[in-house]
């Protein structure tokens, strides 16, 4: 998936932002200041999403792309390798369960409000 690819898609999410909060380089996806989407945007070799941690270890036994989050919560976070061999359509399911876990977390108020 190419960046902008992946940025159009995380953008098309309900209620998305995307910031730098951390350095100039590191691009964030967030649902009301909550993140599910990471990427380098100097190098582009990775993509963090969260995941479920059951679902986190599956997908890394199944692909050889998928790995433990890179300089994230290594169970609850997974970094997949943007070199062209894991299926766009795959990553962005990917990307929309991270999403849709990040939401699901949220408190009760601001799920609403996504839904307003």
Excluded at 9 to 36: Q, R
Excluded at 86 to 108: C, F, R, T
Aim: charged share 30%; glycine share 4%.
């Amino acid at each position: 998936m190419h960046i902008e690819a992946l940025r159009v898609f995380c953008l098309s999410l309900k209620g998305a932002e995307e910031k730098m909060p951390f350095d100039d380089h590191t691009l964030v996806y967030t649902v009301k200041g909550k993140m599910f989407c990471a990427t380098d945007v100097n190098d582009y070799e990775l993509i963090n999403v969260k995941c479920k941690p059951e679902e986190a270890v599956l997908l890394r036994e199944q692909y050889e792309d998928v790995i433990p989050g890179y300089y994230m919560n290594k169970n609850h976070w997974n970094s997949i390798k943007t070199d062209g061999k894991i299926p766009d359509k795959l990553i962005k399911e990917w990307i929309l369960n991270s999403y849709q876990l990040v939401v699901a977390g949220l408190p009760k108020k601001l799920r609403d409000e996504l839904d307003a």
